[in-house]
Antibody, heavy 114, light 112 residues
Framework: QVQLVESGGGVVRPGTSLRLSCEASGFAFSDYAMNWVRRTPGKSPEWLALISPDGSTQHYAESLQGRVTVSRDNSRNFLYLQLTNVRPDDTALYHC???????WGRGTQVTVSS | DVVLTQSPPSLSVTPGQPASITCTSSQSLVYSDGNIYFNWYQERPGQSPRRLIYKVSERDSGVPDRFSASGSGTDFTLKISRVEAEDVGLYYCMQGSHWPPAFGQGTRVEIK
């Protein structure tokens, strides 16, 4: 069955960078575009980034432009999200989702705090 | 960017009674291929969002048939014919027809 498992979250200091990973299994990873979405209590989910199946095309939320990079390693079935110069309002549960947003991982919690 | 406005913000429903949530888009969600990429999600406490409905009215596998949805253009509705205790949670609409994808603010469903 389709599984998406995020990792890499934790407590990070403002101004630093983080790299999140998402390991995919149960489907042909290289056939699907992938997304990152984050959730914060009391707010609606926020789409962050999409990467094409071969990794050649990326789209980003305007609110994160310049601070975010999405990438993938199709040989290892991994998706990544790098976020630089993190701020307290980046505190959220970060999910990877498969194209169409049917399948979601359980998420990895990022807390930005000094 | 597309803005999705959900109403009501919250619902308190007696078990066995119907419930209805609406979502209005700031612009038509008809994509260039003629489809409308519009989903409904259920978020139970402590769980990841679960997609219930895709392309306006198509129920995902395993979703009870008490959930139905309809809509066109800019106005969309999710209906629960007979609310059950397990339906408690947050419900979101989401559009994927236009960049960037966007979610509504959510509707909280509670049981009376």
């Amino acid at each position: 069955q389709v599984q998406l498992v995020e990792s890499g979250g934790g407590v990070v200091r403002p101004g630093t960078s983080l790299r999140l990973s998402c390991e995919a299994s149960g489907f042909a990873f290289s056939d699907y575009a992938m997304n990152w979405v984050r959730r914060t209590p009391g707010k609606s989910p926020e789409w962050l980034a999409l990467i094409s199946p071969d990794g050649s095309t990326q789209h980003y939320a305007e609110s994160l432009q310049g601070r975010v990079t999405v990438s993938r390693d199709n040989s290892r079935n991994f998706l990544y999200l790098q976020l630089t110069n993190v701020r307290p309002d980046d505190t959220a549960l970060y999910h990877c989702t498969r194209a169409g947003h049917l399948y979601w991982g359980r998420g990895t919690q990022v807390t930005v705090s000094s | 960017d597309v803005v999705l406005t959900q109403s009501p913000p919250s619902l308190s429903v007696t078990p066995g009674q119907p419930a209805s949530i609406t979502c209005t888009s700031s612009q038509s969600l008809v994509y260039s291929d003629g489809n409308i990429y519009f989903n409904w999600y259920q978020e139970r406490p402590g769980q990841s969002p679960r997609r219930l409905i895709y392309k306006v009215s198509e129920r995902d596998s395993g979703v009870p048939d008490r959930f139905s949805a309809s809509g066109s253009g800019t106005d969309f509705t999710l209906k629960i014919s007979r609310v059950e205790a397990e339906d408690v949670g947050l419900y979101y609409c989401m559009q994927g027809s236009h960049w960037p994808p966007a979610f509504g603010q959510g509707t909280r469903v509670e049981i009376k």
